[in-house]
Nanobody, 132 residues
């Protein structure tokens, strides 16, 4: 069981990036998949998550209207499209999951905080740097 994130990079303010989280050895069926980020010197915070049952997304206030989370039909990859990036979006982005109803994951994202209870496997992270 492994998660692999990709798609990070260096962009200027206002630019876009698309992150992907691929499941290896399993599928996301029956889970909600989420993205967290961790900036230097700051706590890890929830960014967005999506239910793999009904596709409903949840976003932290800080990214609403700029980020879009989606999944593929095979339920093996979740993507995070990030537009209009700001310097405060800089950090290492991690994906993880929780079995539905995924109350812990959803609450963490809604509050924009770190995991409120143990979640599933974490990926290795992908660096996003937004220059001003």
């Amino acid at each position: 069981v492994q998660l692999v994130e990709s798609g990070g990079g260096l962009v200027q303010t206002g630019g876009s990036l698309r992150l992907s989280c691929a499941a290896s050895g399993f599928t996301f069926d029956g889970t909600a998949v989420g993205w967290f980020r961790e900036a230097p010197g700051k706590e890890r915070e929830g960014v967005s998550c999506i239910s793999m049952r009904d596709g409903n997304p949840i976003y932290a206030e800080s990214v609403k209207g700029r980020f879009t989370i989606s999944s593929d039909s095979a339920k093996s990859t979740v993507s995070l499209q990030m537009n209009n990036l700001k310097p405060e979006d800089t950090g290492v982005y991690y994906c993880t999951y929780e079995m539905l109803p995924a109350i812990g994951l959803k609450s963490s994202v809604l509050k924009g905080v770190g995991p409120l209870r143990p979640l599933g496997t974490w990926g290795q992270g992908t660096q996003v740097t937004v220059s001003s």
